[in-house]
C-alpha cells in the first residue's frame, strides 16, 4: 500500500514562499500523477493542482500565478511552492495520488500558518 | 469560474437513506465529468469513496452508491451508521483539464 508523507515549515512569514514536500513510500512515483489539495482552517478543500511523473503539469488557474510544482523520480517525491503568501493561504496542505480522474491515496495532511 | 454545489448539510436517522448531490453552476454533470466522491471525518484526511460516477474504491462498504441523477452527480447512503456522520466532498473534471471541489455537505446521523 502506497503511502503519502507531507513535510515542510509549519510557519511562514507572509509575503515569503510556502515549501512542502510529499514522500512517497511503498510504491514507485513513476507512472503516475500527483496532486496538491488544501484545507483552510474550517472551509472545504481546494485543489491547487497536479504533476506528472515526468513533470507536466496543471495549475488551478486561481493560484496559477503562485504556484510552482516540481517531481524528483530519484528520491520519490513532489513538491509544492507557492509564493507570496498571505493569511488566506493558512491550511492543512494534502498531497494525493491520481487514480483514473480521482484521487485515490491521500497524505495525512500538513498545517502550514502563515504569520508574522 | 465555475462553482460546483452541493447541499450544507443533511440529517439522517440511524438506518436510513440519504442522497447528496453535486452540481454545477452553468450546466449538467454527466459521466465525462469523473464524478468522484469523498468522506472526511474532523481531523482527518479525506477517504475517496466513490469514482467514475459509480466505482467503488477499495475497502468501501456496498451502502455507498453513486450515480447521475437528472442533471446532478449523487452519492447514496443506504442504511445510515453512525460513523458515516462526516464532511462528503464531490469532485469534478472539467474538460480544461483542472479539476473542482464541490462546497460539501455535512451529514449528521441521529
Known amino acids: 500500500q502506497v503511502q503519502l508523507q507531507e513535510s515542510g515549515p509549519g510557519l511562514v512569514k507572509p509575503s515569503e514562499t510556502l515549501s512542502l514536500t510529499c514522500t512517497v513510500s511503498?510504491?514507485?512515483?513513476?507512472?503516475?500523477?500527483w496532486s496538491w489539495i488544501r484545507q483552510p482552517p474550517g472551509k472545504g478543500l481546494e485543489w491547487i493542482g497536479y504533476i506528472s511523473y515526468s513533470g507536466s503539469t496543471k495549475y488551478n488557474p486561481s493560484l496559477r500565478s503562485r504556484v510552482t510544482m516540481s517531481v524528483d523520480t530519484s528520491k520519490n517525491h513532489f513538491s509544492l511552492m507557492l509564493t507570496s503568501v498571505t493569511a488566506a493561504d493558512t491550511a492543512v496542505y494534502y498531497c494525493?495520488?491520481?487514480?483514473?480522474?480521482?484521487?485515490?491515496?491521500w497524505g495525512q495532511g500538513a498545517l502550514v500558518t502563515v504569520s508574522s | 469560474q465555475t462553482v460546483v454545489t452541493q447541499e450544507p448539510s443533511f440529517s439522517v436517522s440511524p438506518g436510513g437513506t440519504v442522497t447528496l448531490t453535486c452540481g454545477l453552476s452553468s450546466g449538467s454533470v454527466s459521466t465525462n465529468y469523473y464524478p468522484s466522491w469523498y468522506q472526511q471525518t474532523p481531523g482527518q484526511a479525506p477517504r475517496t469513496l466513490i469514482y467514475n460516477t459509480d466505482r467503488r474504491s477499495s475497502g468501501v462498504p456496498d451502502r455507498f452508491s453513486g450515480s447521475i441523477l437528472g442533471s446532478k452527480a449523487a452519492l447514496t447512503i443506504t442504511g445510515a451508521q453512525a460513523d458515516d456522520e462526516s464532511d462528503y466532498y464531490c469532485v469534478l473534471y472539467m474538460n480544461s483539464g483542472i479539476y473542482v471541489l464541490g462546497t460539501g455537505t455535512k451529514v449528521t446521523v441521529l
Open positions: 511503498g510504491g514507485s512515483i513513476s507512472s503516475y500523477y
Open positions: 494525493a495520488r491520481f487514480g483514473h480522474y480521482y484521487f485515490d491515496q
